[in-house]
């Protein structure tokens, strides 16, 4: 092994490799020849598969563990000193008992292996808020991953120079059991250690371990804000180019809005990120937002040149796909990828190898298969992207996955009206985590797994950004997944959702009205472009109805969720939900008062 430049680094890796004690360790560069290497060994030894390379050049498939296919919540540990400051929605497990529980599992565990150090750089190469990392791994899927994902290798090395200042990622793929998996978060130290997984944000340390829930500790500590948000640049017909961040929970449509490609004439859309934001109060007082990766770890089922053109063009090469289909030519193949072929072709492999037919009962690609790809790819990649400073933000987003009760857009009074909007959040759980799916759950700024702290006192961390902004964003709340009587959705989504985009940004700028419901304001019935819109028979009013006796239920099971916060919970949430059920009540009363007119 190379002795590394950096004393700090040289003597953790050194350290872990006395641990682990794996054949051989590589200090990773970056390069395209290492790359290519790692791939070549990969095909040889089956981790990789490579795909058509007349079809799709230069691009792999991977199928992992069948019990290793999504983040499994119930195994991820914040590991602070005090229970208190992980808070209710988190395990927690104390640093003691990791240190006889988990560190013991990686005794040995790289024996026979290769010991990957990749560091890597979150943010733009330039950025003052760009952060450094170095994950040490025994999987050269995450390494190949990670060069994709992020800015890996000598770029983060000349930036950490001589400095002490990196988050300490131990990955070991372990013997993949459940039964020995952990990711635990030492907050305080700024480490990580994950065994037993070699899946997405199970094994991919740099994305939700370090960008979300150890960077929510220092954001909260800074002064700024780590997000499980996409950036979106929009141009609209007057000219103006508005950023936006969104917030919606993994499974919930954040890389198609990133993308998007508008249905109306007139709009360019730029992409900045597709999952994590990282905000800051800039100069000019704005919320400045970068997107801490490189690229994108994307949801493949239901992508189709249809719902996202964007992303299927990005896919066409240099790509690594996990657990999707392939077919007899060695294409990749995923559910919705061609509406007009819903069962693909004969003699397809489904995600665990095995051949399948069309009369096959399962899916062929598993719910959650996910491509690997450079943003750059991306046809709308935006310039912002390399943005030292960031691109400043005008509105921010939440947004689930419901059902029933939230309508399609409604946008909040003032910020601390939002901040509860975003603090209350539900959505439907998804294929991206392991369990049921389908259930609704409390997940505010759709962070439930990835606060790294006492959600209470992010709340407050919350709160406290709005003042200190001289032009703090505008918040929406929006649910594009509201479904009419036989179940189907009501609204169409995707590129049609620059309609809905065009009324947040004219608000944002001052242009349009709005009407006044219990829950903020919505669309007049005018505001909103909905001309030439197939909704399949569904109205505005479907749309857009806020019904008072759900909500007063709703404002209920808020009030419930917040109190789980203890005396962790900020006032102003008390008051906010206060204000909700006021409202709540005059819309009764008036709906009420209404029928007695009528009669
Ligand atoms: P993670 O990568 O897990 O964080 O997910 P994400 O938030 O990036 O979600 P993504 O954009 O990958 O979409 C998830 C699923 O929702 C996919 O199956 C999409 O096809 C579907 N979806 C996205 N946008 C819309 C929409 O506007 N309408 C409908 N009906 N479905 C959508
Ligand atoms: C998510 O679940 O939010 C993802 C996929 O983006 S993973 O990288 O597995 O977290
Ligand atoms: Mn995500």
């Given at each position: 092994m190379n002795r590394l430049q950096n004393e700090f680094l040289d003597s953790w890796v050194k350290s872990i490799a006395a641990v682990t004690t794996p054949d051989n360790v590589v200090i990773c560069d970056g390069s395209s020849e290492e790359i290519r290497a790692l791939e070549t060994k990969m095909v040889a030894d089956g981790t990789f598969i490579e795909l058509n390379g007349s079809k799709y050049p230069h691009s792999f498939l991977h199928r992992s563990h069948p019990s290793d296919v999504a983040r499994t919540e119930q195994l991820t540990f914040i590991c602070s000193e005090k229970k208190d400051d992980a808070g209710p929605t988190n395990n927690w497990m104390s640093p003691d008992e990791a240190t006889s529980r988990v560190w013991p599992l990686f005794s040995k565990c790289m024996a026979g292996r290769t010991m990957y150090v990749v560091p890597y750089l979150m943010g733009p190469a330039d950025s003052p808020n760009a952060r450094v990392g170095v994950e040490i791994t025994d999987s050269a899927y995450v390494v190949a991953n990670l060069r994709v994902m992020t800015r890996m290798g000598d770029v983060a090395l000349r930036r950490l120079g001589t400095s002490a200042n990196f988050v300490k990622g131990l990955h070991s793929l372990g013997d993949l059991s459940p039964e020995r998996r952990f990711i635990c978060h030492f907050p305080e130290t700024r480490t990580v250690w994950s065994i037993g997984s070699g899946y997405g944000g199970n094994a991919l340390l740099a994305k939700k371990c370090h960008a979300l829930r150890l960077a929510s500790v220092e954001a909260r500590d800074e002064g700024w804000l780590a997000e499980h948000m996409l950036i979106v640049g929009i141009t609209d017909p007057k000219g103006r180019t508005t950023y936006l961040a969104a917030a919606f929970p993994s499974g919930c449509g954040k890389t198609n809005l990133a993308m998007l490609i508008p249905s109306l004439p007139g709009y360019k859309v730029e992409t900045i990120g597709d999952d994590i934001c990282w905000m800051h109060v800039g100069s000019d007082g704005r919320l400045r937002a970068i997107n801490p990766e490189a690229g994108m770890f994307g949801i493949a089922v239901g992508t189709s040149m249809k719902t996202n053109p964007n992303a299927m063009r990005a896919v066409g090469h240099d790509a690594i796909f996990t657990n999707v289909a392939v077919t007899p030519e060695g294409t990749p193949w995923w559910e919705g990828m061609d509406p007009a072929n819903p069962r693909g072709v004969a003699g397809m492999t489904d995600w665990r190898g095995r051949v399948v037919g069309p009369d096959r009962t399962e899916p062929a690609a598993h719910p959650n298969a996910r491509y690997t790809v450079s943003l750059r790819q991306c046809p709308s990649v935006g310039a912002g992207m390399d943005e030292p400073a960031g691109v400043p933000i005008s509105g921010i987003i939440f947004g689930?996955?419901?059902?029933?009760?939230?309508?399609?857009?409604?946008?909040?009074?003032?910020?601390?009206?939002?901040?509860?909007?975003?603090?209350?959040?539900?959505?439907?759980?998804?294929?991206?985590?392991?369990?049921?799916?389908?259930?609704?759950?409390?997940?505010?700024?759709?962070?439930?797994?990835?606060?790294?702290?006492?959600?209470?006192?992010?709340?407050?961390?919350?709160?406290?950004?709005?003042?200190?902004?001289?032009?703090?964003?505008?918040?929406?709340?929006?649910?594009?997944?509201?479904?009419?009587?036989?179940?189907?959705?009501?609204?169409?989504?995707?590129?049609?959702?620059?309609?809905?985009?065009?009324?947040?940004?004219?608000?944002?700028?001052?242009?349009?009205?709005?009407?006044?419901?219990?829950?903020?304001?919505?669309?007049?019935?005018?505001?909103?472009?909905?001309?030439?819109?197939?909704?399949?028979?569904?109205?505005?009013?479907?749309?857009?109805?806020?019904?008072?006796?759900?909500?007063?239920?709703?404002?209920?099971?808020?009030?419930?969720?917040?109190?789980?916060?203890?005396?962790r919970l900020p006032e102003a949430l008390v008051q906010e939900q206060g204000a909700l059920v006021r409202r709540v009540a005059e819309a009764r009363a008036s709906a009420s008062s209404a029928k007695v007119a009528a009669k």
């Open positions: 689930g996955r419901r059902a029933k009760k939230a309508p399609l857009v409604f946008e909040a009074t003032s910020f601390a009206h939002g901040v509860y909007v975003g603090a209350t959040m539900v959505s439907e759980t998804t294929a991206a985590a392991t369990g049921a799916t389908g259930i609704p759950r409390h997940d505010p700024m759709a962070m439930l797994p990835f606060c790294g702290y006492n959600v209470g006192d992010y709340f407050k961390h919350w709160l406290e950004m709005g003042p200190k902004l001289k032009h703090p964003p505008k918040i929406f709340h929006v649910n594009w997944f509201r479904q009419g009587k036989n179940g189907s959705f009501l609204w169409p989504g995707f590129g049609e959702n620059i309609r809905v985009m065009q009324w947040m940004i004219d608000r944002i700028h001052g242009d349009t009205d709005a009407r006044s419901t219990l829950l903020g304001y919505v669309p007049t019935k005018t505001g909103i472009n909905l001309n030439g819109l197939d909704m399949g028979g569904a109205a505005y009013d479907d749309l857009f109805d806020v019904d008072a006796e759900a909500w007063a239920e709703e404002a209920e099971s808020h009030l419930k969720f917040l109190r789980t916060f203890g005396s």
